[in-house]
T-cell receptor, first 113, second 114 residues
Framework: GESVGLHLPTLSVQEGDNSIINCAYS??????FIWYKQESGKGPQFIID?????DKRQGQRVTVLLNKTVKHLSLQIAATQPGDSAVYFC????????????FGTGTKLQVIP | DGGITQSPKYLFRKEGQNVTLSCEQNLNHDAMYWYRQDPGQGLRLIYYSQIVNDFQKGDIAEGYSVSREKKESFPLTVTSAQKNPTAFYLC?????????????FGPGTRLTVL
């Protein structure tokens, strides 16, 4: 938990601004993508997901964009709040058989009050 | 209150000792997973189980063992054969079958080998 954020790329944003966190995934056959939020010392929490037949999905204050051409995923957080400070990582899922999920290394988001 | 619990939160072990990490879920999920998390790295899969009395090795199973005698429980034993056991261990569960099943994570156990 406490050391999860070490050596990760860090994004610092002012409170109230929008945040964009990017992720490159590896397998062009992956068909389901998830963004997780992990606060220090805690387990990851699901934020939002998207299937490969979509290119955009919106939740409450969050939007996920999927660009399959360049294998890129992004998470947009609107009006970033101090409680959004955490490590965010994407995961890709290749369906079939068991739930084979591959997790990215993560980005640390720091919100400046 | 449904969820996944892991215990203990912090665990210290001497070199050469085996230690067992607990994971319990009351979500009625068939599938359970163990991951290891190291600083600056993504989660790596140790073992997974899709159904009671069955489990499969993940990407880094060497030095670990599991059992799945009950649907609710999936304990992980870190054996003395694991060369670098100090890490943050996460347990997760999900529904099985279908294509898109969200994994729910426990709070984690931080293991430190002294």
């Amino acid at each position: 938990g406490e050391s999860v954020g070490l050596h990760l790329p860090t994004l610092s944003v002012q409170e109230g601004d929008n945040s964009i966190i990017n992720c490159a995934y590896s397998n062009s056959a992956s068909d389901y993508f998830i963004w997780y939020k992990q606060e220090s010392g805690k387990g990851p929490q699901f934020i939002i997901d998207i299937r490969s037949n979509m290119d955009k999905r919106q939740g409450q204050r969050v939007t996920v964009l999927l660009n399959k051409t360049v294998k890129h995923l992004s998470l947009q957080i609107a009006a970033t709040q101090p409680g959004d400070s955490a490590v965010y990582f994407c995961a890709e899922n290749l369906s079939g058989g068991y739930q084979k999920v591959t997790f990215g290394t993560g980005t640390k988001l720091q919100v400046i009050p | 209150d449904g969820g996944i619990t892991q215990s203990p939160k912090y665990l210290f072990r001497k070199e050469g000792q085996n230690v067992t990490l607990s994971c319990e879920q009351n979500l009625n999920h068939d599938a359970m997973y163990w991951y290891r998390q190291d600083p600056g790295q993504g989660l790596r899969l140790i073992y997974y189980s899709q159904i009671v009395n069955d489990f499969q090795k993940g990407d880094i199973a060497e030095g670990y063992s599991v059992s799945r005698e009950k649907k609710e429980s999936f304990p992980l034993t870190v054996t003395s054969a694991q060369k670098n056991p100090t890490a943050f261990y996460l347990c997760a569960s999900s529904s099985a079958g279908g294509s898109y099943n969200e994994q729910f994570f426990g709070p984690g156990t931080r293991l430190t080998v002294l």
